[in-house]
Each structure stands twice: as C-alpha cells, then as structure tokens.
C-alpha cells in the first residue's frame, strides 16, 4: 500500500474515491441533459444557417443533424449512459486504475474540448457547449488530480490522449447505430 492510498488491496474503491469516479456518471449525465434539453431546437435552427453558410458540406450531414434531437438521439443517449455508467463503476470497482475508466475519462474532457471547438467554428452556441467550460473540462482536470494524488494515474501520452478521444468518437458512433436499432424494433420507432 503506497502513501497515498487508504484501502487494504490492490484494488478498490478507495484510491481515488467515489467523487472521481463515479463523479464521471454524474458529470456526463448533467453534461448530456443539456445536449437533450437544446439539441431538437439548435437543429431545427442553426442547421439551415450553417448549410447556407456551408455548401460544400454534403447533405447527408445537414440531414444527419437535422434529425439530432429527436427519439433516435435519445436512444444514442441511452446507450451511451451504458457506456459512461460502466467505465465509471469499473473506475470505482478499480480504485481509479481501469483503464477503460482513465480512458473514458480522458475522453470525456476531450470531447468536452471538442464542443468548445465546435461552437467557435459555428460562430454561435452548440448544444453541450455550456457545461463544457464549466462542467466537463474542469470535473475532468479535477478527477484527474485525485488519480495522480493517490498515485493510480497512468502516465498520458500523446497516443493516450488521442485513445481517450477516439473512444468517446466510438462510443458516441456506436450508440447511436445501436440507439437507431433499438428504436427501429420498438413501439416508438414504427
């Protein structure tokens, strides 16, 4: 047991505590709500002025986007709550030392960038973009310090960074082809 750390096992929840951990649920959950609560109303607003503002963007896109928000998105969001949920109990389950809950994590910031990202190419608000500067990036930031703090932080490399990233691009594709199946076989989806 190292200096830092207050539990009797090689694994456990008490590495990096529940607030880092399971915090990744609860961040991502409040994160998600405000995608849910804005996304039916940005599409139906701002797609028309980006695909003016954008023609070479091919129109699948803008009819990919246009349909954001809608029961297939929540469907998506559905699935992605799996997803976060897991890697967050393995993170508390591990003690912090998952790597597929360090890897979400890292994913969960990123992406949290990537809506900051997002909103300044658009020139305008994007749904998510509120609790990215003010939620996501800094519970990230803070999560990750307790990590380090009780000695469970593995080292972030450039190519670690850009797993964290590629994991929350496929989490979030593959949530939403199984979100769009799932609907397509229930009431709600005929």
Request: proline share 5%.
């Amino acid at each position: 047991m190292d200096e830092h750390s207050t539990h009797t096992s090689e694994f456990g929840p008490a590495a990096a505590g529940a607030a880092a951990t399971l915090g990744l649920f609860a961040a991502w959950a409040v994160h998600d709500l405000e995608e849910l609560a804005t996304m039916r109303r940005w599409a139906r607003t701002r797609v028309p002025v980006l695909r003016a503002r954008h023609p070479a963007v091919p129109e699948r896109v803008w009819r990919q986007l246009e349909s954001s928000g809608g029961a297939e998105f929540t469907a998506a969001v559905g699935v992605m709550a799996v997803v976060v949920a897991a890697a967050a109990a393995d993170g508390h389950r591990t003690g912090g030392r998952s790597g597929f809950y360090q890897g979400a994590l890292t994913g969960f910031g990123l992406h949290g960038l990537v809506h900051v990202g997002q909103a300044l190419a658009t020139r305008g608000y994007t749904p998510g973009v509120v609790t990215s500067p003010l939620l996501v990036v800094p519970f990230t930031l803070w999560a990750r310090g307790r990590l380090r703090r009780a000695g469970v932080l593995r080292p972030t490399r450039a190519r670690d960074a850009a797993y964290g990233l590629a994991l929350a691009g496929a989490a979030t594709a593959v949530s939403h082809v199984v979100g769009r199946r799932l609907l397509a076989r229930s009431p709600w989806g005929r």
